[in-house]
């Protein structure tokens, strides 16, 4: 009876507790005591079907994991990684060890597969921030360190320092996709186009979007109160 109990107080703070983007807000479970919070994460976990959570693994998420800082972190289950972004809680499917190898492209590609696991890109002739069609090859590479963009108008930054402010996931920095013409990079997808490629104003250039993998792991069926 008491396990049940457990379980329904969970369920019904889950309700108020998870996100549209299928986290858990923080600011709310850390309103919660640390009996409360391990009463949630384990009963958050078996909904998301995750492996069962134990004493030693609820104690060290909310008595060390949450309360440490640097949202980038991440806390290792056996079939997920949970994550703290953007205010919120995460479980993240594990992707794959190494990041895919480089692909090449041209502009009149429309759909270019990057690899087992990471998704598609898909590319349009459109205007606005777009690339120039003075470029017509192009390769796709991952993040070594050290690479950086001048956006329109803005000074030279880190590719680190722009995926920070675009709140880009950390789960997705080492896997996305980064656009280079020969040596350059010239397009970042959900950053945008390096000045000294981007397509004059109402002209066509292309434009790339990038389809990730969906890693989020999210209830298969929402919650909904009790009735009584």
Sequence with gaps: ESNALQRDLADQDLISLISPRGGLFLIRLEQLNPARQ????RRWAKRLGLQT???RVTHQLVDEFLPASGTASSFDLTDCLIFRHDGELFAVRKGVANAPDPTSFNANDRSV???PGNGTLFISPLSGDVISTRLQYFTVRYRTGGEALKMPGRPTKSLKDLLYEARVPPWQRQRLPLIY???ELVYVPGIGVAESHQAEPGDLGLHIQWLAPQQVITLEQPLEPKAG
């Design 38 to 41: 391990r009463n949630i994460i």
């Design 53 to 55: 959570l134990g004493w």
């Design 113 to 115: 597969e990057m690899g």
């Design 181 to 183: 013409a020969e040596t």
